[in-house]
């Protein structure tokens, strides 16, 4: 073969090559950059609430039904395990929130039906609790790792977690509930 074809060939293929490392390198920096899924927790209601007993010995039980939203704005599908979500009062665990597994969509929407049953003995353990009664209002904190597999193109697999952290606010005359998330994914 001539020195001069196979010159031109090399450098032809270098070209491609070039365009072809450019063109992977804008598109991950731009396009298949992974953003931040939104997580929302959307209260439905605080009920089941009944309080019972004398001082020192009070019960409390209550309930809280939410749906989660989960707004995946990534060009791949993220797919999850079941988790549990953890609900904490002054520090302290007080409730766990089961999350089912599922796929939410390359820039799909789902929502997600679940309950926390609070623990009654660790919130009244606390010795913040009865004050924050009186005030009227509940400062909660829901922790959630979704571990997981992201799907871009249908054949590119990686692993992900995504994690959010929602503050709640339990109203207690009114029963109403207010929240506040925020949430991350780590490749």
């Not at 927790?41 to 609430?49: D, K, R």
């Not at 939203?69 to 766990?96: C, L, P, Q």
């Not at 979704?146 to 977690?161: C, D, N, P, Q």
Request: some cysteine; overall charge positive.
């Amino acid at each position: 073969m001539d020195t001069r074809k196979l010159k031109i060939c090399c450098g032809v293929t270098a070209i491609f090559l070039f365009i072809f490392v450019i063109l992977i390198t804008t598109l991950s920096l731009t396009i298949f950059k992974p953003k931040q899924p939104e997580i929302t927790a959307h209260p439905v209601a605080l009920e089941n609430i009944t309080t019972g007993g004398g001082y020192p010995n009070v019960t409390l039980n209550a309930t809280l039904r939410m749906i989660v939203t989960i707004d995946n704005r990534n060009y791949g599908s993220f797919k999850y395990r079941n988790t549990t979500a953890h609900v904490n009062y002054r520090g302290g665990i007080v409730a766990d929130v089961p999350i089912e597994a599922a796929l939410v969509p390359a820039r799909g929407k789902i929502n997600i039906s679940t309950s926390a049953d609070l623990m009654a003995d660790k919130l009244l353990s606390s010795p913040y609790f009865l004050g924050d009664i009186e005030s009227g209002s509940l400062n909660l904190t829901s922790v959630a790792n979704l571990h997981g597999e992201v799907t871009m193109l249908k054949f590119l697999s990686l692993h992900a977690r995504a994690m959010s952290t929602c503050d709640f606010t339990l109203w207690t005359k009114t029963q109403k509930v207010d929240s506040n998330c925020k949430s991350k994914i780590k490749l």
